[in-house]
């Protein structure tokens, strides 16, 4: 079949590689109908997250058709159309009976690379580095699925594949950043990027009762579709200071909530960006913390902080002082997307949510890899990338 | 784990003295570049300055590295490199043309000196090393929480002929009779062990204990204890495993079936029990311990057994 695979920083190829086969008896074989590419693998295409190899097949944003299953596997049938989650997870562990899923403890197979890292091992995912657990992603025409009794959901036959494809990471995620602040009526919540994820998190925050959000990035096309689609109020971080905006817009009450839904790539302009971007290159910091920073400071003292982006090792000049000193709360995780299907599927039928006004360019999967570079420099007033497999 | 004492003190005593000289060498060449420059025939340019204040940061952090682990081959053979890497500057500059060439080939020739030192010591520490570890008596100690019954927990551990399905180095485990079993072990180069363990203690829910027979090549002890873990957290596991492999080729390869880390070997193999028992079955990764690129396997066989397990 056809994969596209990750052979090197900054190169993506589609490969022929072998067709995936059941392994386990809790497996499932998905035909793959749609695919995306999500931020986060953009930070594999740049080489910020250690431990891959050449011709690891990417992907963790897939849905398609059930072809093929283990012998376990007795929720599912051959013919059903399902999305799959991007955490694996067995669903038994004491982490997913909290419904802790991106925390199973059962899924990563390289756990020890993890804890090297990290301490403890996270759940595996796809298509997401070997101490994520070496699994083949779904940018593919097949892809294998674990423990499939427990991930993916089946979708109605009413709903198109762009309605329903990002249940499988980035709408579940942007919610989970919102229902971390623990929204209280008349809250401002404060938003830094305006990629898929943070677009999902204003929508979020507004559904779970958010008074205000407002956005921050610095691409003017990215700010008028969370203006415009998302219904955020906006701010350029190039044109203004986004601390005394904020400050000015709150009536000195400061966000009471603040999401980072940028990460470990941030960009800051003057001599903070620099610093970071020179550390980042010679390998003393791992992350570039900058939103994270700017997030903290401007958060309201007793507020909560709520980290969507993905961080992968080490920051650095991490502003501490003020989360002591001010009571600040912060939350994270990767998305236990599985708690999230069934009520943002029954959001979306509602016609509540439509998750497809993010979608800017639709492509083949033998194209993935022009539409990496599109994605990854921004061209064309890229947003969201769909993949038809 | 546990040493007998076989240290070379030689060795130890050079490392030291060669970890003093790399941090006196490394201040001379961060302190005094220039001077060191013309003192070894180079132009004291600010290019030739530069590289010589690295290499002196390079000497500080082995010298450094070295005293505080001076029984430590890898240091020693990191000043090795950083020899190789001298030779090969003063090489080049024997080729420019400002250069006088009588002082730095006299340099070369120093550098040439202690890297012969630096080789010495780093291949009798070496040596030391590998002794240590064929000499080793192993004891290791892991502990795992599993989020079933202790009864059910007890039951899977008490058939000892479930071993293979999780631990990583077992072929076989083939129960003879109430209380004796024969275990069949992968050795390197698909060589194989055996030898006869014997029950010595089996306390329902609370504890199992084994030990191999009088007279057996390997001799090897395991004891699992069981508690309940507190707010119904499933059972804890608690693993105690003793080998004292004896001399020669049997022994290097009982040392090679627990590698340079036999606690990870143990973690990895209690995580394996962890998933059976919760999720029921050994998750296969596409690419185990990277030793392949995350894409299906034509051959399934070679997942399973980069993996370790039988299914």
């Given amino acids: 079949m056809k994969a596209n695979c990750w052979m090197g920083k900054g190169l993506v190829q589609i490969q022929d590689v072998p067709d995936p086969r059941i392994l386990n008896a809790r497996d499932a074989i998905v035909r793959v109908t749609k695919t995306a590419i999500c931020g986060s693998d953009l930070h594999l295409y740049k080489g910020f997250i250690p431990s891959m190899r050449r011709g690891d097949v990417l992907g963790h944003e897939f849905m398609g058709e059930v072809v093929e299953l283990g012998s376990g596997v007795k929720n599912l049938a051959v013919g059903d159309r399902v999305v799959v989650p991007f955490p694996i997870a067995c669903g038994h562990c004491s982490q997913c009976e909290r419904e802790l899923y991106s925390l199973c403890e059962n899924s990563n197979p390289n756990a020890w690379m993890a804890e090297k890292l990290w301490g403890y091992s996270p759940c595996g995912i796809f298509g997401y580095s070997h101490m994520l657990g070496g699994f083949a992603g779904g940018q593919a025409e097949y892809v294998r699925v674990p423990f499939a009794d427990v991930g993916p959901i ?146 309201r003292s007793g507020g909560t902080i709520s980290v969507a982006g993905v961080y992968g090792g080490f920051v650095d000049k991490f502003p501490m002082g003020a989360i002591v000193n001010r009571s600040l709360t912060i939350k994270s995780g990767q998305t236990h997307v599985h708690r999230y299907m069934r009520p943002l599927l029954n959001r979306i039928e509602r016609g509540e949510i439509d998750p497809t006004f993010v979608i800017t360019h639709r492509r083949r999967l033998h194209d993935a890899p022009e539409a990496f570079e599109v994605f990854n420099t921004k061209q064309d007033e890229c947003l969201k990338v769909v993949l038809t497999a | ?209 084994w030990r191999s027979v009088e007279g057996s090549d390997v001799r090897t002890s395991g004891a699992v204890r069981f508690h309940r873990a507190p707010g119904a957290r499933g059972t804890e596991v608690r693993v105690d495993l003793h080998y004292s492999p004896p001399g020669g080729a049997l022994g290097r390869g009982i040392a090679w079936l627990f590698g ?52």
């Fill in chain 1, 154 to 299: 089946k979708v109605p036959d009413n709903l198109s594949d762009e309605q329903v494809l990002f249940l499988s990471d980035i709408l579940p995620t942007g919610y989970m950043a919102a229902e971390a602040c623990g929204i209280q009526p008349g809250d401002i919540v404060a938003v830094w990027g305006c990629g898929p994820v943070g677009q999902f998190a204003i929508k979020s925050a507004y559904l779970l009762g958010a008074e205000r959000v407002i956005a921050i990035d610095r691409f003017p096309y990215r700010l008028r579709i969370a203006r415009e689609r998302a219904g955020a109020e906006t701010l350029n971080y190039e044109e203004v200071d986004v601390h005394e905006a904020l400050k000015e817009l709150t009536a000195g009450r400061a966000p009471d909530c603040c999401i980072d839904a940028v990460g470990m790539e941030g960009h800051a302009p003057g001599i903070a960006g620099a610093y970071d971007r020179v550390k980042q290159a010679m390998m003393l910091e791992t992350d570039r913390p900058v939103a994270l920073r700017e997030a903290i400071l401007a958060c």
């Fill in chain 2, 1 to 209: 784990m546990q040493f007998h004492d076989s240290r070379d003190r030689g060795a130890d005593q050079l490392a030291l003295g060669l970890g003093w000289f790399s941090i006196a060498l490394g201040v001379a060449e961060v302190a005094a570049a220039r001077g060191l420059a013309r003192v070894i025939g180079i132009p004291a340019d600010e290019k030739n300055t530069a590289i010589l204040q690295a290499m002196g940061v390079r000497e500080i952090s082995s010298g450094l590295a070295i005293l505080a682990q001076p029984r430590d081959a890898k240091w020693v053979w990191s000043r090795v490199g950083g020899d190789l890497i001298d030779i090969a500057f003063l090489t080049s500059a024997l080729r420019a043309e400002d250069a006088d060439r009588d002082r730095v080939a006299g340099a070369a020739a120093a550098v040439l000196g202690v890297t012969a030192l630096d080789v010495l010591c780093a291949r009798r520490l070496s040596r030391t090393g590998d002794a240590e570890r064929r000499s080793c008596s192993t004891h290791v100690q892991q502990a795992v929480t599993i989020a079933r019954p202790i009864e059910e927990v007890y039951g899977f551990w008490s058939a000892f002929e479930n071993f293979p399905r999780f631990m990583g180095h077992l072929e076989s485990v083939k129960r003879l009779d109430e209380r004796r079993s024969r275990w069949r072990a992968k050795g390197p180069g698909g060589t194989r062990f055996e030898w006869e363990a014997e029950l010595i203690e089996a306390v329902e829910n609370e504890r199992i204990a």
């Fill in chain 2, 260 to 311: 340079e880390e036999p606690e990870q070997q143990v973690r990895d193999d209690l995580r394996r029990l962890k998933q059976i028992l919760e999720a029921g079955e050994v998750l296969l990764s596409d690419g185990p311990a990277m030793w392949r690129p995350a894409q299906p396997a034509e051959d399934l066989e070679q997942i399973r057994t980069l993996t370790g397990v039988q299914q």
